[in-house]
């Protein structure tokens, strides 16, 4: 099955996160949302995404094509009813599209007029949960559920590599799934509060402590004595020490020292300088609000516990500590005593004392020097998408005007 998946106007609303990616590589669980629907629909997926990033995202038009919003998350039950849908047929919730079958004609009508002909709509039965994400704060309320469906998922009638017996396991054994080539020795991992899954090429390393639910990607490193809370998930790539807790980082970003990290989501080439801390819950444990791009202010979040947001590319210094609520955007780079504010602006370079706009190219020289030690190159299409983001985003930075 061809699945297209299609970012809403909630994209707005998830920046800096989608500034750099569409709204199906938000990872929530063990996969992002497109593995999730390439697994449960058994397909491959593209994109109909922002311009910009359309061309490192290419859409894939076929004969039949499942066009599908990119915010929903793929369970059982959505996945079943959109399975069933016939050709020309289109299901909605309230009047929004939430898919579609189309062929390739229909689809051309849909893009180009933004309308196909004859589509026969149908709501979808109110027995069937519809879960979206549309602000950021619910990524890691919805971890918990989706890191459960996914270890099922992934998991079910496949074996895991053994468990050396010098670590100690608490719980079902059920519960742990290491893949191929992961290194653990003399760790703890409580498996009473849901399961732990480990993915290929990983280290453990000795005296780590990890309760579950959590999952950990490929070719990740947990640092000697982290302690690592769940519900949390880390896409591949990652370095874990210190204090974790309900967080996840997309990929490839760093938090490998001591310090707190809590309720708190890192998009990819992250790095927290070691002691870097952030508060998650406010001292007159009030609702928390949070920068949001598309309104251009604090949104109430209905929630209590919400920690750091922070863009791709973006860095602080050691000793680093960040307020409850705090979004940090694509490349900013913060150091300095003292909080900095709850919204740092994307190509920023500072703290409390001042900030300047971090510049493109020595932004884009970075970059390179730290996709390099993972043995990726920093392209130039990779450097068009932020000099979008770069130039789409200066409005925020109020010292230049």
């Given at each position: 099955?061809?699945?297209?998946?299609?970012?809403?106007?909630?994209?707005?609303?998830?920046?800096?996160?989608?500034?750099?990616?569409?709204?199906?590589?938000?990872?929530?669980?063990?996969?992002?949302?497109?593995?999730?629907?390439?697994?449960?629909?058994?397909?491959?997926?593209?994109?109909?995404?922002?311009?910009?990033?359309?061309?490192?995202?290419?859409?894939?038009?076929?004969?039949?094509?499942?066009?599908?919003?990119?915010?929903?998350?793929?369970?059982?039950?959505?996945?079943?009813?959109?399975?069933?849908?016939?050709?020309?047929?289109?299901?909605?919730?309230?009047?929004?599209?939430?898919?579609?079958?189309?062929?390739?004609?229909?689809?051309?009508?849909?893009?180009?007029?933004?309308?196909?002909?004859?589509?026969?709509?149908?709501?979808?039965?109110?027995?069937?949960?519809?879960?979206?994400?549309?602000?950021?704060?619910?990524?890691?309320?919805?971890?918990?559920?989706?890191?459960?469906?996914?270890?099922?998922l992934l998991t079910t009638?496949?074996?895991?590599?053994?468990?050396?017996?010098?670590?100690?396991?608490?719980?079902?054994?059920?519960?742990?799934?290491?893949?191929?080539?992961?290194?653990?020795?003399?760790?703890?991992?409580?498996?009473?509060?849901?399961?732990?899954?480990?993915?290929?090429?990983?280290?453990?390393?000795?005296?780590?402590?990890?309760?579950?639910?959590?999952?950990?990607?490929?070719?990740?490193?947990?640092?000697?004595?982290?302690?690592?809370?769940?519900?949390?998930?880390?896409?591949?790539?990652?370095?874990?020490?210190?204090?974790?807790?309900?967080?996840?980082?997309?990929?490839?970003?760093?938090?490998?020292?001591?310090?707190?990290?809590?309720?708190?989501?890192?998009?990819?080439?992250?790095?927290?300088?070691?002691?870097?801390?952030?508060?998650?819950?406010?001292?007159?444990?009030?609702?928390?609000?949070?920068?949001?791009?598309?309104?251009?202010?604090?949104?109430?979040?209905?929630?209590?516990?919400?920690?750091?947001?922070?863009?791709?590319?973006?860095?602080?210094?050691?000793?680093?500590?960040?307020?409850?609520?705090?979004?940090?955007?694509?490349?900013?780079?913060?150091?300095?005593?003292?909080?900095p504010r709850n919204f740092?602006?994307?190509?920023?370079?500072?703290?409390?004392?001042?900030?300047?706009?971090?510049?493109?190219?020595e932004a884009c020289e970075?970059?390179?020097?730290?996709?390099?030690?993972?043995?990726?190159?920093?392209?130039?299409?990779?450097?068009?998408?932020?000099?979008?983001?770069?130039?789409?985003?200066?409005?925020?930075?109020?010292?230049?005007?």
């Amino acid at each position: 099955m061809n699945i297209i998946l299609f970012d809403t106007d909630a994209r707005n609303h998830l920046l800096p996160l989608t500034a750099t990616r569409p709204m199906g590589e938000l990872r929530v669980g063990i996969l992002t949302l497109r593995e999730k629907w390439e697994r449960r629909l058994r397909g491959a997926a593209s994109y109909i995404t922002q311009e910009y990033l359309q061309e490192k995202y290419p859409i894939r038009i076929e004969d039949e094509n499942l066009i599908i919003n990119g915010g929903v998350l793929p369970t059982p039950e959505i996945c079943k009813r959109i399975d069933a849908l016939g050709l020309n047929e289109a299901l909605l919730a309230n009047g929004e599209l939430i898919a579609a079958r189309l062929n390739e004609a229909q689809f051309e009508s849909l893009i180009e007029e933004e309308e196909v002909d004859e589509l026969q709509g149908q709501e979808l039965s109110a027995s069937i949960p519809l879960i979206r994400i549309n602000h950021l704060w619910e990524l890691t309320r919805l971890n918990e559920k989706a890191l459960l469906e996914d270890f099922a998922l992934l998991t079910t009638g496949k074996h895991s590599q053994p468990v050396s017996d010098t670590n100690r396991l608490i719980g079902p054994p059920e519960n742990l799934f290491l893949e191929a080539g992961v290194k653990m020795e003399y760790c703890t991992l409580n498996l009473t509060a849901g399961p732990i899954y480990i993915g290929a090429n990983t280290e453990v390393m000795e005296g780590a402590m990890l309760r579950g639910p959590i999952a950990i990607g490929s070719d990740s490193i947990v640092k000697m004595g982290a302690k690592i809370y769940g519900p949390s998930a880390f896409g591949p790539g990652c370095r874990l020490g210190g204090e974790v807790a309900r967080c996840i980082f997309l990929a490839n970003s760093n938090k490998a020292h001591d310090g707190y990290l809590g309720d708190s989501v890192l998009g990819e080439w992250c790095n927290l300088g070691a002691d870097t801390n952030n508060s998650n819950l406010k001292n007159n444990y009030s609702e928390v609000k949070l920068w949001d791009y598309e309104t251009e202010r604090f949104e109430k979040t209905g929630q209590q516990f919400v920690g750091l947001i922070m863009g791709d590319h973006s860095k602080c210094a050691i000793n680093t500590m960040f307020n409850t609520g705090t979004v940090v955007g694509v490349f900013a780079n913060i150091y300095g005593a003292g909080f900095p504010r709850n919204f740092i602006p994307d190509f920023s370079w500072g703290g409390p004392d001042g900030y300047r706009s971090y510049k493109f190219a020595e932004a884009c020289e970075t970059a390179s020097i730290v996709m390099a030690r993972r043995g990726l190159v920093f392209t130039e299409l990779e450097k068009a998408i932020l000099y979008h983001v770069y130039d789409r985003s200066a409005r925020f930075r109020s010292w230049e005007k």
